[in-house]
């Protein structure tokens, strides 16, 4: 979702942008990232491949750590010889929920769950190999090429209901759309570091569902549960909303415009521009790591097998989408 988001606004600002998909390029591929970056010399590398399935990273730490922490080294450091700028997408999921109010960029981190761990281990293998990266931490992504919250709540809500969702989990809902025009911006700046760029406003996934369904105009009934009687592997912050304590931070527009925005592109499906290749004399600015495709079917296969339960699917992340 984010990355192809990404591609579309940077393209759409004059970037000359190259997309790779997880056949053109696997960032657990030392050697091969680095081949392929020094041989496109960008002048910014956004990184949007990840491991996002929440709840399978719990017994599959490791191969999460593989992507999340020890592929966006390997990612940095190439863009680091080639002189690039880069961009690694993190997650609220790097705090514990226990604060009772947002947090800021200086706020310590403590991840309860193994996802959070490995984006967080992402979070400093990038830090740690160049100082010119820019760390975003974002939450509760939805959008156009995925699975999501909004498709699987209007799709229980369309088949009668009643839509059973957590009202103890509040976080940031937010568009990939938005955060893709953010990330663009944030590019063309100097300002490395951590950031925190999500939705403005906060929400419960209960209060995010009825705003689903009142925008959608979806009739049906949604009966409020708690976490601990979901059936979830992984551990979940109870409040992870997110804010800046930058001076000048790139803000987003609310989470509710962030629906209006997504329920009208999804009335009126425009064709998605195709990603492009130049050749490797043509002027470069950001390459796009898009979500490898292996992923992308174990997410969704995820999301089917959670969509009575209103619980975290893997496309709701992040980041990485």
Request: proline letters at 5%.
């Amino acid at each position: 979702m984010l990355g192809r988001d990404v591609v579309t606004v940077a393209d759409s600002t004059g970037h000359d942008v190259v997309a790779l998909s997880h056949d053109d390029l696997d960032i657990t591929d030392p050697g091969w990232v680095e081949r392929t970056i020094l041989r496109e010399q960008p002048g910014a590398v956004i990184n949007c491949a990840a491991w996002t399935a929440v709840d399978d990273a719990e017994a599959h730490e490791h191969e999460a750590s593989l992507v999340n922490a020890e592929g966006a080294g390997f990612v940095a450091d190439a863009a680091a010889k080639a002189g690039a700028k880069v961009v690694y997408i993190s997650t609220d999921y790097v705090f514990d929920g226990a604060k009772g109010r947002p947090y800021t960029e200086s706020d310590e981190t403590n991840p309860v769950n193994a996802y959070g761990r490995t984006k967080l281990a992402g979070e400093r293998a990038t830090a740690l190999v160049t100082r010119q990266s820019f760390i975003v931490r974002t939450s509760w992504l939805f959008g156009s090429n995925g699975a999501n919250f909004v498709e699987t709540m209007l799709r229980l809500g369309k088949g009668g209901g009643p839509v059973v969702v957590v009202h103890d989990q509040i976080g940031c809902p937010t568009y990939t759309g938005h955060l893709a025009a953010g990330l663009v911006r944030l590019i063309d700046t100097s300002a490395f570091g951590v950031h925190h760029m999500s939705s403005r406003g906060s929400c419960s996934r209960y209060e995010w569902a009825m705003e689903i369904f009142r925008q959608s105009g979806v009739v049906t009934r949604v009966l409020a549960t708690t976490r601990d009687m979901m059936d979830d592997r992984a551990e979940r912050p109870a409040q992870s909303v997110l804010t800046s304590g930058r001076e000048a931070p790139i803000t987003l527009p609310e989470w509710q415009r962030g629906v209006a925005d997504y329920l009208a592109r999804r009335e009126q499906p425009g064709e998605q521009p195709k990603p492009r290749k130049q050749p490797a004399s043509a002027r470069r600015q950001p390459v796009l790591e898009l979500r490898p495709k292996q992923q992308e079917d174990e997410e969704e296969h995820e999301a089917a097998a959670k969509e009575g339960a209103g619980g975290e699917t893997p496309a709701e992340e992040e980041d990485e989408s």
